[in-house]
């Protein structure tokens, strides 16, 4: 493939969502595809998330992420349905970030049978790039105060303050806006980070220890973002983490950053900053370092072409081969005694028993598929 093909990225365009529900049996659903012309770049896909667990995990509580109604231009979920018998089900939403997610509660089971639910959501994306050649335009995308508020505030596992602080102030010394100090972000988290394989799942995102740990920090994609996410609200750039899962494989032909099928491990964090007449742009320094670890066999070295060229598409690219649920942190689960969860990525619960492992869907009891349908 020409190496030009890989700094290709699409444009983008719009979704809401209602709700009305049958026994056992929900719906909430948008403007359908034939509003989303192929021609414009549009893909749908139909993502299904299915969750079986035995009867003696009865009273059990699950709660799987539902993806975004509408994010900007490139991303549209023209439907969402589900069956859960036995369960009490509802689509609800978590405090603070808008988080939606699928609420399953099952009191008891039906004796001698599993409880199970599935969840489908279909979903048209199309890929975005942002014209960062272009000089930003009084007319470009804009984002309300409220919001860029919101996404300068530190979580519990972004501080903004402290190690994370003084670190952005290094980094972005003598940069004279906030583009070039994303950019001098960006490259320096692509610089100091590794992709750890040994990490389960996607991480956590305890940005302050990493920064403690020194060197070559290692990580996944919700430790590594995160990371870039904090330094740039410690810089006074909004940033935010979007939290989804992969759909497909790469047309771009980057091995490392798609799946499709089984997508039940293929969980992804990507991020994005805020920049006054580009709007959101969208970065995702993690995805370089699993191109360097994971695209061939023994990994490549940064030097590589493959990886230079993912480097350069991935700041103000993505390909939308991928599908985010929210942009939400220390996220409450309704109904559920525990502590909030860092982000909402995976299915979550609860049984009898105690709490499932949400970064093992074998154990827990759950699978998701992706398949491409128009």
């Known amino acids: 493939?020409?190496?030009?093909?890989?700094?290709?990225?699409?444009?983008?365009?719009?979704?809401?969502?209602?709700t009305a529900g049958i026994p056992g049996l929900a719906r909430a659903g948008a403007p359908g595809a034939e509003a989303l012309p192929a021609a414009e770049g549009w893909r749908v896909y139909e993502v299904t998330t299915e969750v079986?667990?035995?009867?003696?995990?009865?009273?059990?509580?699950?709660?799987?992420?539902?993806?975004?109604?509408r994010i900007g231009d490139y991303q549209r979920t023209l439907s969402t349905t589900w069956a859960a018998p036995g369960a009490r089900a509802e689509d609800a939403r978590a405090p603070g970030y808008d988080v939606r997610m699928l609420a399953l509660n099952w009191p008891a089971a039906a004796e001698g049978q599993p409880l199970h639910a599935t969840l489908t959501n279909v979903v048209a994306l199309r890929d975005r790039k942002a014209d960062l050649g272009q000089p930003p335009s009084s007319r470009g995308p804009r984002e309300s105060a409220e919001t860029l508020r919101e996404y300068l505030r530190p979580t519990q596992l972004l501080p903004t303050d402290g190690i994370v602080k003084a670190t952005a102030q290094q980094i972005t010394a003598g940069a004279p806006d906030d583009m070039t100090r994303a950019r001098a972000l960006y490259e320096w988290v692509v610089d100091h980070t590794c992709r750890e394989a040994s990490v389960r799942g996607c991480g956590v995102g305890d940005v302050a220890a990493m920064l403690r740990a020194g060197?070559?920090?290692?990580?996944k994609c919700a430790d590594i973002n995160a990371l870039f996410v904090a330094l740039a609200r410690a810089s006074g750039i909004p940033a935010r983490d979007a939290y989804g899962v992969r759909v497909d494989n790469s047309a771009y032909g980057f091995k490392a950053m798609g799946k499709a099928g089984d997508i039940s491990k293929a969980q992804h964090c990507r991020a994005e900053f805020y920049n006054a007449g580009y709007g959101w742009v969208p970065v995702d320094p993690a995805d370089v370092r699993k191109v360097a670890l994971e695209e061939v066999p023994g990994g490549l070295p940064m030097t590589h072409w493959k990886v230079r060229s993912a480097r350069a598409m991935l700041f103000g690219a993505w390909e939308m081969n991928w599908v985010a649920y929210n942009h939400g942190h220390d996220v409450a689960l309704p109904g559920s005694k525990a502590a909030p969860v860092p982000f909402l990525m995976y299915p979550n619960g609860e049984t009898?028993?105690?709490?499932?492992?949400?970064?093992?869907?074998?154990?827990f009891g759950y699978r998701i598929a992706s398949r491409r349908i128009a």
């Open 352 to 363: 009898v028993a105690g709490t499932l492992d949400s970064v093992d869907p074998a154990a």
């Open 1 to 18: 493939m020409d190496r030009r093909s890989f700094l290709k990225a699409g444009a983008a365009a719009p979704v809401l969502a209602g």
């Open 52 to 69: 079986t667990l035995p009867p003696a995990a009865a009273p059990a509580s699950v709660w799987v992420p539902i993806t975004a109604g």
């Open 215 to 219: 060197g070559i920090m290692g990580g």
